[in-house]
Each structure stands twice: as C-alpha cells, then as structure tokens.
C-alpha cells in the first residue's frame, strides 16, 4: 500500500515537473515572438496597421559629417510627408558596427538601413567595383550624369538578390592623398609608403599599381595608425579628412582625385516588401530630395574644409593628375572579358 502510495506521490510530481517545464517552454516561445515581432515593427516590418513605422538607419560618419547632415534632412522630409507615421532613427559613428557589420544586419533585415561607399558592396555586389576604377569619371558633371542615368540606375538596383535595395546615391567627392611625412607630388612618391585603403580589391590594385603597400584598416582605427606610424598615410575628401581630424596627425594632402566613388543609401529587401505602397512612395522622395541637399552642402563643406585644414598646418598641393591617371589605368586590364569591362565602357560613353 505504502509503495502504491509512493508511486501515486511520484507521479504528481513528475506530472507537476512536466507542467512546469512545458509551462516555461511556452512562456518562451511567446517571449520570443513578441520581441521578433516588436523587433520587425521598430525596423521596419509591417505587423499590419500601425500608424508608427521606425527605421535604423546605420552608418560610420560623425555628426559633423554632410553626408551625416543630409540623412537628417532626409529624416526630416520622411516626417513631414508622411504626417508622423513614419520616422528615421539614425545611428552615426558605428554605433551599431562597421560598415560591412552594418550591410550584413540590412542583409538579413535585423537593420532597416544603410549608408555604405560602394567599394564595401564590392563584396556583395560584384558591379559596384567599376566605382573604384581610377580616373573612371572625367569630372563631377560626368560623374553625376552617370549616376542619375541608366547605367548609375540599373548598378543601384543590383543587390536584390542579395537582399538589399538602393535607393540612393550620395557624392563622396573625390579621394587624394595625404601623409604624414613625404608629400605625393607624383607617383614615384608613393613608392614603399603604406597607405591606408577601404576593404576593396579594386581600392588594393589600384594602390599597389601606384607603387604604394595598401594597408585595410577600419577607419575608426585610422586615426591611431596615423599617429602611431602604422600607415604612411591614407586617401580621402577634404569634408572627411578634417571631420576625422586626421589633419591634425598629416603634413600634406596632395590633389591627384584618384577616384570618385559615391556612398549609396540601401535599405534592407525583406523591410522594403513589408512597406505599403504609400510608405515606399513617402520613403523613396524623402531620399531623392535628401540628394540635391547633400551635393550643394558637399560643394560648400567641401571648400570650407580645405580652408580649416590648410589653417590646421596641412600643406595642401596641386598636383599634375596626368602622371597618376597614365599608371593607375592599367588597372582596368584586369577587368577585360567581364561585366566590368562592359559598364567601363558604358560609363566612358556617357557625354554631356
């Protein structure tokens, strides 16, 4: 009798155990669901109805920066035109990882957004690298009529079976030279100098093309390496070059204008299918108007920074360009036969 009774005793508790675990493992499961859900509708999902829609827009830029200032402006017209339904939260200085970091979370939709340079797509969208071509672009109005036409169009709209959406371009201006102790006043001067570059094949052959090493470094680190003598140097446009105060750890900046490679505003695919139509429209012109904000503030921030780092102490020099352009297009010979050879092309057609 007693042993039945154990048994009896034994079965209510394992009964109340199994409850209890299956009781947590639901509890779980719906803990889960809400915060997935509450996670899809803060970076854009749908989750059907609401009148609030946020999006995390991510980039690497500090707040000083005009490409910074024009996603503000950009948030701003979304406000506006959507009434308050729909707002862009926006997440500067890698706050929410580097670059590469941030296009994989787009990717995968744990991110609405993205502000990248197209050399990072290179890795996702294989195209984007006839950006980093030297001397692809005779100057800005070459450069701006590529990529509002077709060709600049059609690379913009390459990454969605990779899960990513442009919707626009913003100019990066030109990128140049400056070091820390040689001035590069032809290319012989690059010769054995370590030079920074972005995480691109293009970016490396066209480095070591010019007679430098190039060196990946992210450019939260760049500062430091500068400092420390890890790198020479490293290349970039004037807004960038004193917003990073890299001026205060350089002695020169030389103007070659290597390469013009825009930054591109993408959004995630997944998040874009769960906007209505209306919230695409809204979304879509908030960006397009952002653009003409960004180019004429890129245009003033530009001069503006050359005069600050020329009053820094950075000697800033003109250079002869055709030297640097004669050498660093052989790099496109690596390109015949492929995809890249046909927009070079496509691209160099384009006229006034």
Known sequence: MASEQDAGNGDRKAAKKGAFWLGLGIGCVLTSLFYSFLTDLRAGGSGGGETHRELRLAHVLDQSHPVHKAMEYM?????????????????????LGSETDSIEQVRRGALAMVKTSASAMEGFIPEMAVFGLPYLFRDDRHYWRVLEGATGQELLQKGGQHGLRGLCYYTAGARSFYTTDRAVLSPADLNNLKIRVMRSNVAMRTIEQLGASPTPIPWG?????????????????????????????????????????????MISGSI????????????????????????????????WSLGKIEEAGVQIHEVDKEPFAELAREVYAAFSGTPIADYIARIQEVRE
Do not use: C
Request: charged content about 25%; cysteine-free; aromatic content about 10%.
């Open 272 to 303: 874009w299918q769960k906007l209505s139509p209306q919230e695409r429209e809204w979304l879509q012109e908030a960006a397009d108007r952002s653009v003409a904000y960004q180019r004429e503030l890129w245009r003033e921030r530009t001069a």
């Open 221 to 265: 680190e760049l500062y430091t390496a500068l400092q420390q003598g890890m790198v020479d140097g490293a290349e970039n446009n004037p807004p960038s070059l004193y917003s990073s105060r890299h001026y205060e750890v350089v002695r020169h900046y030389s103007l070659n204008e290597h390469t013009r490679i825009p930054d591109i505003i």
């Open 75 to 95: 948030a701003g017209e979304l406000k506006r035109l959507s009434g308050g339904e729909m707002e862009l939260l926006i997440f500067p200085n890698g706050q």
